[in-house]
T-cell receptor, first 114, second 112 residues
Framework: EAGVAQSPRYKIIEKRQSVAFWCNPI?????LYWYQQILGQGPKLLIQFQNNGVVDDSQLPKDRFSAERLKGVDSTLKIQPAKLEDSAVYLC????????????FGQGTRLTVV | AQKITQTQPGMFVQEKEAVTLDCTYDTSDQSYGLFWYKQPSSGEMIFLIYQGSYDEQNATEGRYSLNFQKARKSANLVISASQLGDSAMYFCAMRERGKSTFGDGTTLTVKP
């Protein structure tokens, strides 16, 4: 079974530029999560999708962050414009459903904003 | 208020010994789930173990067990017979109403 795929693995951009991350969840997984993990902290949920609908985006800075999962499969997370404090690892995870007993994580995208 | 508290920023254990990583949580819901994940230096998050709030028995997965004390709202991870490969960051997480919250983690170092 293929795992959660994320790209790119690393990205360096200047502040005020835009960036996009891509995630392909495990086949058949209805629930998809985007997390932000700042160095030394635990992952913080940015947005959760159930199929192509948003379940929770309460911690997504909507003035600069956006995410979509148009066909209920893969997803993109965009930041525009980026700030220095956006430097973090962005983790995508998926599970069978929101009540699943485990979520599978991708390897993450390490973003550095300079 | 913190929903998940991991009070040990770092822990050391001798190879082959057991170690307990602490986790306390805060919720007013009756139905919730508790998870532990391992994050090696390579960065991927690896699921270790799950405990449902209604599960009467403590969850076990190989060398991992979860010491679930519902009244105290604690969900400590016990790793038996530590191995060098267990050196990593360990995160406790709680899911309530479909939403997950992670603690800030404990760094475990296994000494040879």
């Amino acid at each position: 079974e293929a795992g959660v795929a994320q790209s790119p693995r690393y990205k360096i951009i200047e502040k005020r530029q835009s960036v996009a991350f891509w995630c392909n969840p495990i086949s058949g997984h209805a629930t998809l999560y985007w997390y932000q993990q700042i160095l030394g902290q635990g992952p913080k949920l940015l947005i959760q999708f159930q199929n192509n609908g948003v379940v929770d985006d309460s911690q997504l800075p909507k003035d600069r962050f956006s995410a979509e999962r148009l066909k209920g499969v893969d997803s993109t997370l965009k930041i525009q414009p980026a700030k220095l404090e956006d430097s973090a690892v962005y983790l995508c995870a998926s599970s069978h459903n929101a009540r699943g007993t485990e979520a599978f994580f991708g390897q993450g995208t390490r973003l550095t904003v300079v | 208020a913190q929903k998940i508290t991991q009070t040990q920023p770092g822990m050391f254990v001798q190879e082959k010994e057991a170690v307990t990583l602490d986790c306390t949580y805060d919720t007013s819901d009756q139905s919730y789930g508790l998870f532990w994940y391992k994050q090696p230096s390579s960065g991927e998050m690896i699921f270790l173990i799950y405990q449902g709030s209604y599960d009467e028995q403590n969850a076990t997965e190989g060398r991992y067990s979860l010491n679930f004390q519902k009244a105290r709202k604690s969900a400590n991870l016990v790793i038996s017979a530590s191995q060098l490969g267990d050196s990593a960051m360990y995160f406790c997480a709680m899911r309530e109403r479909g939403k997950s919250t992670f603690g800030d983690g404990t760094t475990l170092t296994v000494k040879p």
